[in-house]
């Protein structure tokens, strides 16, 4: 069963365009959902997150949208970069007695010069 | 630089050695992970530790054996592994309870000969 589905699987974008990836989740348990920008040979380096509590939260050029009604979050990076091409992973998780962290399966982002 | 240090950064090791990895963070954080990450995959959940006490093992083989010494040390040991095991290992941490900053360390890049 896959908690968090996410989309597209990859995405190419011209620089300076809008990238947009989308997530929703099933679990309304959850109670934290971060996003990871991962580099080839790197591990995954935490991007921006946000509670449900919330429905939007913005840092630099990137921003997470967050419907609680509809299950759903997204990541807009906006004026795209060369150099924001990496895999994006949301996730998903929930506290008390477990800890994990839900992945989606992962978005591979071109921005093309 | 990344706030959870993992080394070493590459291991190639045969079927029949014993080698550890090593994982440190500073962050005050209880809680403590250990995935594992295949090529085009999203992080797979193998161990987490929370005030240095083992509370999910996600039924993975016992070749892997992980450790953690205090709250600032993880580590796992590997003994007879297979070439199927080759993967990325990655460290994590985070707060307990809300997952606030769940942050991943560079990994260690194994191979298994």
């Known amino acids: 069963q896959q908690q968090v589905k996410q989309s597209p699987q990859s995405l190419i974008v011209q620089k300076g365009g809008i990238s947009i990836i989308n997530c929703a989740y099933e679990?309304?348990?959850?109670?934290?959902f971060p996003w990871y920008q991962q580099f080839p040979g790197k591990g995954p380096a935490l991007l921006i997150a946000i509670r449900p509590d919330v429905s939007e939260k913005k840092e630099g050029r990137f921003t997470i949208s967050f419907n609680k009604s509809a299950k759903q979050f997204s990541l807009h990076i906006m004026d795209s970069q060369p150099g924001d091409s990496a895999t994006y992973f949301c996730?998903?998780?929930?506290?008390?007695?477990?800890?994990?962290?839900?992945f989606g399966k992962g978005t591979l982002l071109t921005v093309n010069p | 630089d990344t706030e959870v240090t993992q080394t070493p950064k590459h291991l190639v090791m045969g079927m029949t050695n014993k080698k550890s990895l090593k994982c440190e963070q500073h962050?005050?954080?209880?809680?403590m992970y250990w995935y594992k990450q295949k090529a085009k995959k999203p992080p797979e959940l193998m161990f987490v530790y929370s005030y240095e006490k083992l509370s999910i093992n996600e039924s993975v083989p016992s070749r892997f054996s992980p450790e953690c010494p205090n709250s600032s040390l993880l580590n796992l040991h590997l003994h007879a592994l297979q070439p199927e095991d080759s993967a990325l290992y990655l460290c994590?941490?985070?707060?307990?309870?809300?997952?606030?900053?769940?942050?991943f360390g560079s990994g260690t890049r194994l191979t298994v000969v």
């Open positions: 994590a941490s985070s707060q307990l309870q809300l997952g606030q900053g769940y942050t």
């Open positions: 996730a998903a998780f929930r506290g008390g007695s477990n800890y994990k962290l839900t």
């Open positions: 962050m005050g954080h209880r809680a």
């Open positions: 679990n309304t348990a959850f109670d934290y």
